[in-house]
Nanobody, 120 residues
Framework: QVQFVESGGGLVQPGGSLRLSCAAS????????MGWYRQAPGKQREFVAG???????NYADSVKGRFTISRDNAKNTVYLQMNSLKPEDTAVYYC??????????????WGQGTQVTVSS
């Protein structure tokens, strides 16, 4: 059973930064593309950023130029560096492994996520 544990969220002022971490267990982490997703109150979960096993990345338009995804296969961990945060980035952030070639399809059930709140 694949499990993902997200951490690093918190309360930050607009313009601030946070670094999220996602630790994976129970699988051969390095072979999977990994994605970060978020769900704001009253909204559907959405794709934020993804990184393939080879390190290719892609981002939602709303976070391009502000967020950076990276991975450390030796630590079975994927990161999301978030800069220039905006109130609209407020959400619970989740990670998951991509199933197939579409980031809309994920490998495992969702974890607890980590809350990010951007507010003054």
């Amino acid at each position: 059973q694949v499990q993902f544990v997200e951490s690093g969220g918190g309360l930050v002022q607009p313009g601030g930064s946070l670094r999220l971490s996602c630790a994976a267990s129970g699988t051969i982490f390095s072979i999977y593309a990994m994605g970060w997703y978020r769900q704001a109150p009253g909204k559907q979960r959405e794709f934020v950023a993804g990184i393939t096993s080879g390190g290719s990345t892609n981002y939602a338009d709303s976070v391009k130029g502000r967020f950076t995804i990276s991975r450390d296969n030796a630590k079975n961990t994927v990161y999301l560096q978030m800069n220039s945060l905006k109130p609209e980035d407020t959400a619970v952030y989740y990670c998951n492994a991509r199933l197939g070639t579409n980031y809309d399809l994920v490998l495992s059930s969702w974890g607890q996520g980590t809350q990010v709140t951007v507010s003054s």
